[in-house]
């Protein structure tokens, strides 16, 4: 009997020897988190992400939500419908002025020739201080919004001597070409779509010294203090995505096109402008100051104090996976 039981137990030894150990996402339940993103190029890291298992080997089966802009995915965030969400820094300066309890965990991407002015030739619009009176599409809240009252400002020029027209992005292409708008301030996709699509007629007005946009992983405050390993495993992953970017160009491109299905010139074209890196630093607490000067001047907001954006700020996640990226002054 006992050697029947020593030679059971090497066979099931042996068997177990011929396994090879689960990898550690797949020996725990996924935690399943829903994530707000947009087929922007800003979103890029995530799209990566997702499509190269990053998250599922971090244990996180991340359920995409996919809009048009990150002013909607922030929505969805506010509205309990997603964990995370894909925003440039205006959005997220509006719901703090709301009162809404939000934090940013990291940025993902900055550009500064990505918003501009693109403009339509017949409509006597060949210079920048050419759009005096006509009429210039924008998305109200978004950093379209406050990319064009910079591009006034630094024309000697203000929102009361243009006609601004309220429009979503997917609206400006169809308003350029059909000629309700003179002009629209917008960023890409359907900044070089529209370009392509005006031809000759097309004049573009960037400005480098303006305005740099950043896009951000945003959050409600509870979520990020109750799932405070969620969080790191979340980072890591898009860590990892940046890194794959960096080293791989071209791949990620293509992750990129069949992601959200548009042509890979397009995806090429744009690529340059941006600067695809998981980060925070004090560019992100000085832009959503001088956003909320510029809010408080044109009476978009009923606020008068500051606030202290540091408290909408979450470091703690990014300095424990990732401390080199934290340059924040507290």
Excluded at 51 to 61: A, R, T, W
Aim: hydrophobic share 45%.
């Amino acid at each position: 009997m006992w050697r029947m039981l020593v030679a059971v137990c090497c066979a099931v030894t042996l068997a177990s020897c011929d396994r090879a150990p689960l990898p550690a996402a797949d020996s725990e339940v996924r935690q399943k988190i829903t994530v707000a993103l947009t087929g922007q190029p800003q979103s890029t890291l995530v799209h990566v992400a997702l499509s190269k298992g990053y998250f599922l080997n971090e244990g996180l089966d991340v359920q995409p939500l996919m809009h048009t802009f990150g002013k909607e995915a922030l929505q969805s965030v506010l509205d309990g419908k997603a964990d995370f969400a894909t925003v440039a820094e205006t959005p997220v300066m509006f719901s703090v002025l709301k009162g809404d309890r939000i934090f940013v965990i990291a940025n993902i991407e900055s550009s500064s020739v990505n918003d501009a002015v693109l403009a339509r030739r017949d409509a006597g619009i060949a210079r920048p201080g050419d759009v005096k009176g006509k009429r210039v599409g924008f998305t109200p809240g978004t950093t379209s919004d406050f990319f064009l009252d910079s591009f006034l400002t630094a024309q000697g020029l203000t929102r009361q001597q243009i006609a601004p027209v309220p429009l979503k992005p997917d609206e400006m292409q169809d308003a350029l070409l059909t000629k309700k708008v003179d002009a629209v301030a917008t960023w890409n996709y359907p900044l070089t779509q529209i370009r392509r699509q005006l031809g000759a007629q097309a004049v573009i007005f960037y400005d480098r010294q303006i305005y740099t946009e950043t896009f951000n992983i945003a959050a409600m405050q509870d979520f990020v203090r109750q799932n405070p390993q969620t969080l790191k495993r979340f980072l890591r992953a898009l860590i990892q995505a940046e890194d794959f970017v960096a080293r791989q160009p071209e791949q990620a491109q293509d992750i990129v096109t069949a992601a959200i299905k548009v042509d890979k010139e397009l995806v090429k074209e744009v690529w340059d402008a941006f600067s695809y890196q998981v980060r925070l630093d004090q560019n992100l607490l000085i832009t959503l100051e001088d956003e909320t000067r510029w809010a408080m001047k044109n009476k978009l907001t009923d606020k008068t104090v500051m606030p202290n954006y540091a408290e909408y700020i979450h470091v703690d996640s990014l300095r424990a996976v990732k401390p080199e990226a934290v340059k924040l002054k507290r």
